[in-house]
């Protein structure tokens, strides 16, 4: 069964720096695409950024040159290092691979906040 567990999420001030985690069973990885969403209240789920299994990245415009993802094999973690936050980056952020076995898998998400 596959689980993906977020955590690192919080409140944190504009400019400041987050760093996200999405803890993985059932999966490998590192030979899976990987990615991160983010829903802020009252919109539509957003793709942030991806990982494909050559470790490829891709971001959304809106956070290029300020998120980073990245992955650990030995812990088969996937993680998402947020910078120079803005208040619109309010949002419950999700980990996701698009399809594993033919199917999407979600995390929970967790909530990132950011204080003007």
């Known amino acids: 069964q596959v689980q993906l567990v977020e955590s690192g999420g919080g409140l944190v001030q504009d400019g400041g720096s987050l760093r996200l985690s999405c803890a993985a069973s059932?999966?490998?990885?590192?030979?899976?695409?990987m990615g991160w969403y983010r829903q802020a209240p009252g919109k539509q789920r957003e793709l942030v950024a991806t990982?494909?299994?050559?470790?490829?990245?891709n971001y959304a415009d809106s956070v290029k040159g300020r998120f980073t993802i990245s992955r650990d094999n030995a812990k088969n973690t996937v993680y998402l290092q947020m910078d120079s936050l803005k208040p619109e980056g309010t949002a419950v952020y999700y980990c996701?691979?698009?399809?594993?076995?033919?199917?999407?898998?979600w995390g929970q998400g967790t909530q990132v906040t950011v204080s003007s």
């Open positions: 996701n691979t698009p399809s594993y076995r033919g199917f999407p898998y």
């Open positions: 059932g999966i490998i990885v590192s030979i899976n695409h």
């Open positions: 990982i494909t299994s050559s470790g490829n990245t």
